[in-house]
């Protein structure tokens, strides 16, 4: 009998254990997101500042958001609304926003292309015609002739 309820409290309290990780893990992750608004210029969870006004009260509204809603970007939207878009560090995705997601991606496309199109141009490019290879004019040649023979070479 203590076999059968062991192995039934088990996966009971694997399962709750795991709920509370994973609010810790989600409380750590969303931490490292958010900076701390007291101008340290550090994120939330790794402010040492010394009497820090912000970060305590940040912290618990943090934990609160955590508890309350499943939806992380939900949580990064209430700290933009309340403490500043500048709190979160990572852009959202929608909006003005989403420019900073797209435009390095673009920047990065169209400097391979103008590479690519600059390459190809090099190579559609003629050949230098090699001087020995022309043929000029009679009244020409005979004055290269004498400018070769003026500077002797």
Do not use: Y
Not at 1 to 16: D, E, H, Q, R, S
Request: positive net charge; charged residues 20%.
């Amino acid at each position: 009998m203590k076999k059968i309820l062991k192995t039934l409290l088990l996966p009971c309290a694997l399962v709750l254990l795991m709920g509370a990780d994973n609010q810790e893990a989600r409380f750590q992750n969303l931490g490292g997101k958010i900076m701390c608004t007291c101008s340290c210029a550090q994120m939330l969870l790794k402010c040492n500042h010394v009497g820090c006004p912000n970060s305590d009260q940040m912290r618990q509204e943090l934990r609160a958001n955590v508890v309350r809603t499943s939806n992380d970007e939900e949580v990064l939207n209430w700290f933009r609304t309340n403490w500043g878009v500048t709190a979160v560090v990572e852009p959202s995705t929608h909006g003005f926003e989403l420019l900073a997601w797209i435009l390095p991606a673009a920047g990065l496309g169209l400097g391979l292309l103008l590479v690519l199109f600059l390459i190809r141009s090099w190579k559609l490019r003629a050949a230098p015609i090699a001087t020995a290879d022309l043929h000029l004019a009679p009244d020409l040649e005979a004055l290269r002739a004498r400018a070769r023979q003026e500077t002797e070479l």
